[in-house]
């Protein structure tokens, strides 16, 4: 490592976590001491990603006029990107603290204002049937639309983008760094890449002109004209449904659920991947009326092919008085989950589990063996299954 | 009549109140016993007016306006001379904050002779110059506002919290956690708030309370249901409710309408200061003048409009204790 890359690897904060992984150091390199695995155990024990670009000094270059918003009178602006619609006056900011009313138009503070960016494998935000075993170069800018109390990367979540060290990396040279380090996909990830709507569809076009595909790891919380335009630009989704009730949603995440609802119906009508992450918090939205609520929900309106993570929790944040969710609880979840049909119900962040694996839901083989985020088998033949050639939903195909 | 400058009730509520904000406060029925054998105090507000503030003319005097100053907070300590009053308030030695808001720009902002005033007096009582720190959220906003930068040397202090930073570790009570700025839990003995008398648009009115989260690192996350129970919930915490003495308001000129963006249509030449140690009182005093305002032009009061500044009555109440907004326990001198 040259001393120039040191120095820029000096200046990005320290790692970060997909939403739906909460997992200890020494947890994850216990269950992932198999060769090949350097880049992820680098990456975890917070090697940053080298970047050549040059330190933000300038705000001016982040400074981007936003899409989605309404003029009103008296220069105020009505933010139409998010269903929060915050209405905002002359030198405000709205929720999210990344967009700012400058006499009367809008911007987004964090285009190009890259904050953090790692190489994960595509299983850690997770995505378990889109490209398995691919390295996605993830990143995020600082900022949030909502302020979920269980947040693992609120430092930079919760923060405005002056608060947080970042660098100016423009959308070409972000797909080029994926590029230079073999990333077959681009993750938008750790904070809410909702916030940093232009800079996140610049950067995909970009990289799909290098044939480098675009994840997104989002909470959902989004208005459907940038959604389905979204669809258009990216090529798998991973919604983090935090719970299936409102009062959950207003008190935890300081949200709202049916927003939710109505993004991943949009997106399965747009026709891209979707994932969904449940994260199961002990206590607060751990019932069986809820589980059973979600997969029938999930089964009537989104079908049986959507992979659903039911993620143990982790205290984090605001929520340091509750315990880790118990394996059980997991279990019990994902039970509920196939006794209603869902074909893909995952157990996550507890490596080892055979509910990590993918099986098939006709015969029950064996398709993919994971351990963590590692895919340590795949038996499937051009999506399908080996026995029984029953479809496996998913992309498997990088 | 003499007072001392801090009461046995003020330090009780004090220490109960960051009691409660440690996580001691699961039980109510403690709390609420505790407050019932505390009889209500009457909080003193002045509210100092000069007519002839601008001397005919659109702009501040600032010889009136220290003269105001000066009245306003001989009138507070009840005290012969300003010096006296406002050895009241700090020590010699002591490091003092004054928390402008600068968030409107030149215009809407805490105006720049009234601060200097109270450098001035500052000075006399015993605090040097490089003891005084005029603080705000950016360092931008206090630029816009008029303010100059200054960091070093023996000069009156000038920065944002982008250059102070923050606490790394959260400060949690009710409905906030944020990171502090480091000017108000480091560097700063004593805070003097000095907020604008306006109307805001989402909160009612933003005046003392709301001049606080200026002091964290993530207030856009606190506007929503207009602000309430997080303005008064930010309040509450420790290095706030400890530091901060006394809520100068400069209501040199005023605003009813539009806030918090400075809207000079919508703004009329009050030519007052308001003086408490009682944010609530004050705040709910400002609400009041800016109602009465706001009927005098024929508009609609913001209760009417579902604007009211509901954060007032939480701060009042029970369990965070900042102060009161029942007129009859606000001592209102008028000069």
Known sequence: MSSQARNAADRLPAPTHSAGEQIDRRTFLQATALPGLAACVWACLGGPILLHASPASEEGRFTVEAQFYDKQAYKKIKCKLCPRECVIDDRERGYCGVRENRGGTYYTLVHSRLATAHIDPIEKKPFFHFCPGVLAFSVATAGCNVNCKFCQNWEISQARPEQVRANYVPPRDLAALAQQNHCPAIAYTYSEPVVFYEYLMDTAESAHGLGIKSVVVTGGYIQKDPLKKMCRRVDAIKVDLKAFSQKYYKEIVNGDLKPILDALVTIRHEGRWLEIVYLVVPTLNDSDAEFQGLVRWIKSELGTDVPVHFTRFYPQYLLKNLPPTPLGTLERAKAIADAEGLHYAYIGNVPGHPGENTYCPQCRRLLIERLGFVVRKMDLHKGKCRSCQHPIAGVWQA | ?335
């Open chain 2, 1 to 335: 009549m003499k007072r001392v400058a801090a009461s046995r009730r003020d330090f009780l509520r004090t220490c109960l109140a960051g009691a409660a904000c440690m996580g001691m406060s699961s039980d109510g029925g403690f709390l609420r016993s505790v407050w019932a054998s505390v009889p209500p105090s009457r909080s003193r507000l002045v509210i100092a007016r000069d007519a002839m503030l601008r001397g005919g003319g659109a702009g501040i005097s600032s010889g009136r306006l220290q003269n105001l100053l000066d009245r306003a907070m001989q009138s507070f300590f009840d005290r012969d001379t300003p010096v006296e009053a406002w050895r009241q308030l700090v020590r010699p030695g002591e490091v003092v904050g004054l928390k402008v808001n600068c968030l409107a720009g030149r215009g809407g902002s805490t105006s720049i002779p009234l601060v200097e005033a109270i450098c001035e007096r500052l000075q006399q009582a015993g605090v040097p110059a490089e003891n005084i720190i005029i603080w705000d959220r950016l360092s931008s906003d206090l630029e816009s506002a008029g303010f100059r930068i200054s960091t070093g040397g023996r000069r009156v202090r000038c920065s944002g919290n982008d250059a102070s930073g923050y606490e790394d570790d959260l400060a949690i009570c009710g409905s906030v956690g944020s990171r502090v700025a480091r000017t108000l839990t480091r560097y700063c003995d004593a805070v003097i708030n000095l907020p604008v008398l306006k109307d805001h648009g989402i909160a009612g009115v933003t005046m003392a309370l709301k001049n606080l989260f200026g002091a964290i690192h993530n207030p856009n996350k606190y506007h929503g249901n207009a602000g309430d129970p997080y303005i008064a919930d930010v309040n509450m915490l420790p290095s706030i409710r400890q530091k901060v003495r006394l809520t100068i308001c400069d209501a040199t000129t005023a605003q009813y309408e539009g806030g918090p963006s400075y809207m000079p249509q919508w703004t009329w030449p009050y030519n007052g200061l308001l003086v408490s140690r009682d944010p609530v009182a004050l705040d709910y005093t400002g609400w009041q003048i800016i109602e009465r305002k706001r009927a005098e032009r024929g508009m609609k009061s913001l209760e009417v409009l579902g604007r009211a500044p509901a954060y007032i009555a939480t701060a009042a109440d029970t369990h965070h204790g900042l102060g009161t907004n029942d007129p009859k326990l606000i001592e209102r001198i008028e000069i």
